[in-house]
């Protein structure tokens, strides 16, 4: 697996691996599957891990941590803290204050089974409170050896410069894929003009852009998907016509939709590591495999040209999902 730099020094394997789907949200969970797709992600040379306290609530970071304890390899770990829940409860907060970050931070290492985390995120921003307070409070965690590194997720360029100039910015990570280019106007040049990696989520539209959904019974009741506005049944007849776009590129490319839409990030710069997320390991070997597909600047200007032109129906989250996002 290839490697990229974020920030000043944190190499990782070029693709990481979102493990939110693995505790909640896409359907049930089955840990024993889990747990093979983790070290099949190890044998392929993925050593990024993405999680966040919130997902489960708590049984993301736990599972990671059975894991960590019994492969033992030498794998980078991303959590976040910010988004408050209450076990079995979907209804949320936001908590950015410095003490809230060391009470989460040292519960997120209990969990993880860890004596430091690698790369630390506010998961979403809460305007109420000043980011120069949260940021402080979570240098002082890097002071303590507790977190090595620090990231901010779903944050605006304005908050974001006002972050870094308070502890260095290692990371941003926000929604980026072929239907979600917002970051391309002021964030994605922000980070570069500061010397900050970028870590795309949801870089397959949640799946939407393999082609995989046609129409919203696809999901389940567990599934997350089926309350979100770009998966409703109107918005989902519209927004096939980019995974179609894609389809056809990917046919004519070689690869399957999925390694193509991950190629494009790729090649939208060294600095980028996208961390689709899966609990299946057919899913896992096809993303890994992306590594080795090259977009030509003429196939890269096709594909952005081609589904730059098709507008997508329906916000990324609901009103309350919204909430923290571009603060």
Request: aromatic content about 6%; charged content about 25%; proline content about 4%.
């Amino acid at each position: 697996m290839q490697q990229r730099t974020l920030g000043a020094d944190f190499l990782t394997s070029a693709i990481g691996l979102g493990c939110m789907g693995m505790s909640e949200f896409y359907g049930p969970r089955e840990d024993s599957e889990s747990l093979r797709v983790l070290s099949r992600a190890v044998e392929l040379g993925i050593n990024f891990l993405d999680t966040a306290d919130m997902y489960g609530p708590h049984h993301n970071e736990e599972l990671i941590g059975r894991f960590l304890a019994d492969q033992k390899p030498d794998l980078k770990i991303a959590t976040k803290f910010g988004i408050v829940r209450n076990p079995g409860e979907y209804s949320r907060s936001l908590n950015n204050s410095a003490a809230y970050a060391r009470e989460a931070c040292e519960a997120s290492l209990r969990r993880l089974g860890v004596e430091q985390i690698d790369l630390y995120y506010a998961h979403r921003i809460n305007p109420d409170q000043p980011i120069e307070e949260t940021i402080e409070g979570m240098s002082r965690l890097v002071k303590d050896g507790k977190v090595a590194r620090i990231g901010l997720c779903e944050v605006s360029a304005e908050t974001l410069r006002r972050a870094h100039a308070v502890h260095p910015i290692t990371a941003v990570q926000t929604e980026y894929s072929l239907w979600t280019r917002d970051v391309e106007r002021d964030v994605l040049p922000t980070c570069r003009e500061l010397g900050i990696g970028f870590v795309p989520y949801a870089p397959l539209g949640r799946g939407f852009l393999t082609g995989r959904f046609q129409s919203a019974q696809d999901f389940g009741a567990e599934d997350m998907r089926s309350n979100l506005p770009r998966f409703e049944s109107e918005a989902i007849r519209t927004n096939g016509r980019i995974a179609e776009v894609i389809a056809e590129m990917a046919d004519r490319k070689g690869c399957t939709s999925a390694q193509l839409c991950l190629a494009w990030l790729l090649s939208k710069g060294p600095d980028i590591v996208p961390i689709p997320g899966t609990k299946q390991l057919r899913y896992l070997e096809e993303n890994a495999a992306a590594v080795a597909i090259k977009l030509t600047s003429g196939e890269q200007q096709e594909l952005e040209a081609s589904t730059a032109r098709l507008s997508v129906i329906g916000e990324r989250y609901t009103a309350e999902g919204m909430k923290g996002v571009n603060a």
